[in-house]
């Protein structure tokens, strides 16, 4: 018995989802930290810091910049580096039903979203540097967690805007994701873009 055209759509894009994301399963189950990846990430962050003007120093493989009353210092560690958010958005846009053409295009948003990873450091040690340690633990948390989530969502949106544009959409809803569907990640990003909206 052949499926309805709308549940096909469901599962399809599900099942694209779940194997696209493989390796981001395989990295969280195994604990597996590329460093080279990190030290990548906290170089470049350094040497932008260094360019803006942030007193910025690296010691004991620390990044330190001064506060009153002594430094503040802090490293990129594996979830800092922002591997979580790039294989997810690339899970994303290999599920999407665009063209192939399309998604391959789609993947030019990593370093996109790997910038937006660098910004996000960099603020956190201007912010520092600027305000001190008062409210560092709301900024950090608000802007790791959120932050990320709508620049992942935005982009991944705005993309899938443009790839398929022209297509006809079956089974799908103005963000493009799948009705009526069980996953609680995609149960959240559509209560989250429909707030948005």
């Known amino acids: 018995m052949d499926l309805p055209k709308d549940l096909g759509s469901r599962f399809g894009f599900l099942a694209r989802l779940n194997a696209f994301a493989l390796p981001f399963y395989a990295i969280e189950l195994t604990g597996a930290q590329f460093t080279w990846f990190m030290e990548v990430t906290e170089r470049i962050s350094f040497i932008i810091m260094q360019a803006t003007g942030l007193p910025v120093i690296i010691e004991n493989g620390l990044m330190a910049i001064p506060v009153n009353g002594g430094t503040w210092a802090a490293y990129v560690s594996w979830d800092s580096s922002g591997w979580k958010s790039l ?111």
């Open 87 to 197: 294989l997810v958005l690339f899970a994303l846009v290999m599920a999407t039903g665009a063209p192939l053409n399309k998604r391959i295009a789609g993947l030019l948003l990593l370093p996109v979203l790997y910038v937006f990873n660098i910004a996000r450091i960099w603020f956190m040690f201007f912010f520092v540097g600027s305000f001190g340690l008062e409210h560092y633990g709301l900024v950090h948390g608000t802007l790791w967690s959120w932050g990320t989530a709508a620049a992942l969502l935005a982009m991944w949106l705005l993309w899938k805007r443009w790839a398929e544009n022209g297509l006809v959409k079956t089974g799908h809803d103005r963000a493009g994701i799948p009705r009526s569907t069980d996953a609680p990640l995609l149960r959240v990003m559509k209560k989250t873009i429909n707030t948005a909206r």
